[in-house]
């Protein structure tokens, strides 16, 4: 099968987990014998290119953002388009989403339109929360329900000042009035509209992604539960469950290596207890191996 994996940036020239897990995925895939496209814009340039990094293919398709200082998105999806086309791809696998110059929902609607099946994986809570924490007003536990009006009272007060009890009940106080009055000059400010605009891009994403894609696939049990919660079908909800303790479990007869560094944010949102428990498996049986975590506490 000829399958692209399309993302804003590549592995190694950016080092977040995104780029990591698609340059795994890209061996693993070709490894089982499907020809992968790692497909990227090629930011400020009207020409594409295309390279070899190990086994896989680069394609660093023509990205003009700008035309005499306007957006060209029509431009950007001809380009991403017509390398798809080209490469007779037959699967395109979304990864992250952007600006119109960069990976767009757009882009995934038109990838659909021309018959290639669509595959989105979401990798961030950003994608849901404009803060990234799930936390209202940054201290309590949120749903994950897209709602916009309380979406954008808890992005614009989480961070109001350094007292979290403050800041998540001004949060709070801002939701309840403009809940209260639907049609209250507090949604007309300048301010609030700013806010209120990211929350309902992600209402309009989500409605174009349950129309376009043929998979959405999840790598928790909780990102799958908050995409049926924001209305995803859950006939499309895919789970690929954390393959570490596999990983673990196949690398210990390696008598050569014991020594293992992670480096990564250290925060529950990024699953660092998964890694814990790995490591913890790892110094059971093997007590002589040593794992070093490094990163910086959000």
Known sequence: MRIAIATNFLYPENLGGTELYCHQLAESLIALDHQVFWIVPHWGKAHTCEEKIGQITIVRFAAVAKVNGHADYSFV????INELQVRAI???????FGGFEGMSIPLLSETKKVGIKVIVTFHLAQYFCHTGTLHFGGLKPCDGKVIPTRCASCSLLSSHSRFKLQNFALARSLYFFTWLFEKTWLRSTPLMQKFLSHPQKIVNSLEAINENADSVISLTLWFKKLLILNGVKENKVVHIPQATSLFVERNLNNAGRKNYVYVGRISSEKG???LLEAAQLMTKILPE?????????D
């Open 77 to 80: 999806a001809r380009s991403f």
């Open 90 to 96: 037959q699967v395109a696998h979304f990864n992250e």
């Open 272 to 274: 660092i207890e998964v």
């Open 289 to 297: 191996t040593v794992v070093d975590v490094y990163g910086p506490i």
